[in-house]
């Protein structure tokens, strides 16, 4: 069983920056595929950046592709997501997401995981 807790979610103004966690537990953290999703009320969830097991590939959404970074904790079962020029579209709901996985391909499809955090609010005022 995997638990994922995130963290790092809270109240900006537009442009500014926030950097959100995801914490895991488990003893195979270095076989987790990761990735974090939003919703956005009275919107399907979307995926936003996901990273490969060993961190060597990632991948974004159009709609965050450069302006977001995701990375994989060195020394901590961890992931993060930093969020550059924050804009009102992306408030939302931000959650974790893993698999455990023994390949190196990157997981973008929400289905495609099997556990989930509780989410950590991201709300951007205009």
């Known amino acids: 069983q995997v638990q994922l807790v995130e963290s790092g979610g809270g109240l900006v103004q537009t442009g500014d920056s926030l950097r959100l966690s995801c914490a895991a537990s488990?003893?195979?953290?270095?076989?987790?595929?990761m990735g974090w999703f939003r919703q956005a009320p009275g919107k399907g969830r979307e995926f936003v950046a996901a990273?490969?097991?060993?961190?060597?590939?990632?991948s974004y959404a159009d709609s965050v592709k450069g302006r977001f970074t995701i990375s994989r904790g060195t020394a901590k079962n961890a992931v993060y997501l930093r969020m550059n020029s924050l804009k009102p579209e992306d408030t939302a709901i931000y959650y974790c997401?893993?698999?455990?996985?023994?390949?190196?391909?990157?997981?973008?499809?929400?289905?495609?995981?099997?556990?989930w955090g509780q989410g950590t609010q991201v709300t951007v005022s205009s």
């Open positions: 990273i490969n097991r060993s961190g060597g590939s990632t």
């Open positions: 997401a893993a698999k455990v996985f023994y390949g190196q391909v990157v997981i973008t499809a929400a289905p495609g995981y099997d556990y």
């Open positions: 488990g003893r195979l953290f270095s076989s987790y595929a």
